[in-house]
């Protein structure tokens, strides 16, 4: 498995912060871009946030200001660090690589984030 979801999914209170990390293995982790993804239930899957190979990075507008991606290449590790989480962020998450120019994409196995009271 390329990517994998080490830790961070989990049921929290509106207001609360989660951190997800993704650990990659068998490809070289600088070249690709690295994506959080989530798809609640009987929605369609949505782009969260990415983080390019020159660490730019981009955010859907409903999460811009609580949530923020950021990668450690030395680590082959990808993070998404939710705060001031909202009962609308319940989902699954999953973590992406994209091969910069290519259509070469992994995908990790997905998380289980709850935001409820």
């Not at 990668?71 to 699954?92: G, I």
Request: aromatic residues 12%; charged residues 15%.
């Amino acid at each position: 498995q390329v990517l994998h979801v080490e830790s961070g999914g989990g049921l929290v209170q509106p207001g609360g912060s989660l951190r997800l990390s993704c650990a990659a293995a068998g490809i070289i982790f600088s070249g690709y871009r690295m994506a959080w993804y989530r798809q609640a239930p009987g929605k369609q899957r949505e782009l969260v946030a990415f983080i390019t190979r020159t660490y730019s990075t981009t955010y859907a507008d409903s999460v811009k200001g609580r949530f923020t991606i950021s990668r450690d290449n030395a680590k082959n590790t990808v993070y998404l660090q939710m705060d001031s989480l909202k009962p609308e962020d319940t989902a699954a998450y999953y973590c992406n690589a994209q091969r910069s120019g290519t259509s070469i994409n992994y995908w990790g196995q997905g998380t289980q984030v709850t935001v409820s009271s």
